[in-house]
């Protein structure tokens, strides 16, 4: 079945530490690709997209994620996490099939301890 | 970015009977709203897609004449859980996009809603 896989459901680190939260899909053909966050108590907001170009793709607040074809991932970076960051991530795909539907992982909830 | 509202925030209803959400974008107009529900501990699973003018394509497993939708304009759509049950309490979230959902959708905080 064609799918949205996160690897980590929860992850904890403490600040400053890096983190990497893996992100794969199973769709073939051209997608466009998202994180998503979601602070607690407010609703989902775009972290960072890729379409098409360069692989790697800078969003707000400092992460980053990497688009590897060969390997159908898109992972989430940040060289250092911040208390803030505390929140659930969500990696999408979104295709065209006679229209656009996308797919949402299940999800990363990441504590940042202070 | 753009704004998304939702209305109610909360409800609490009594089995069988019916609720309606509302989903509005506030600054921009949104060719096409998502409806998607998410459980919880779990991620969001998409109900269904409206476009402006057209009926609502609902994605398999889900029922249209228990989730009626309603996109009548570029700033509101509607989602009406008919007859409602306990296992339709969930968290009900709108998206809106004026790309067809290609770009970057604009999220609704989501509506909680309880059948009692």
């Known amino acids: 079945a064609q799918s949205v896989s996160q690897h980590n459901h929860h992850v904890i680190l403490s600040e400053a530490a890096s983190l990497e939260l893996g992100c794969n899909y199973s769709?073939?053909?051209?997608?466009?690709l998202f994180w998503y966050v979601q602070y607690p108590g407010q609703h989902l907001q775009l972290l960072l997209k890729?379409?098409?170009?360069?692989?790697l793709v800078k969003g707000i607040k400092g992460f980053e994620a990497e688009f590897i074809k060969s390997k159908f991932s898109f992972n989430l970076r940040k060289p250092s996490v911040q208390w803030s960051d505390t929140a659930e991530y969500f990696c999408?795909?979104?295709?065209?099939?006679?229209?656009?539907?996308?797919?949402f992982g299940a999800g990363t909830r990441l504590f940042v301890k202070a | 970015g753009a704004v998304v509202s939702q209305h109610p925030s909360r409800v609490i209803c009594k089995s069988g009977t019916s609720v309606k959400i509302e989903c509005r974008s506030l600054?921009?107009?949104?060719?096409?709203m998502f409806w998607y529900r998410q459980f919880p501990k779990q991620s969001l699973m998409l109900m269904a897609t409206?476009?402006?003018?057209?009926?609502?394509?609902?994605e398999q497993g889900v029922e249209k004449d228990k989730f009626l939708i309603n996109h009548a304009s570029l700033t509101l759509s509607t989602l009406t859980v008919t007859s409602a049950h306990p296992e339709d309490s969930s968290f009900y979230i709108c998206s809106a996009s004026d790309s067809g959902g290609a770009y970057e959708q604009f999220f609704g905080p989501g509506t909680r809603l309880t059948v009692l």
């Open positions: 409206s476009n402006e003018g057209s009926k609502a394509t609902y």
């Open positions: 999408a795909v979104t295709r065209g099939t006679g229209g656009f539907k996308t797919i």
């Open positions: 890729y379409f098409s170009g360069d692989p």
């Open positions: 769709y073939g053909g051209t997608v466009n």
């Open positions: 600054d921009f107009q949104a060719t096409t």
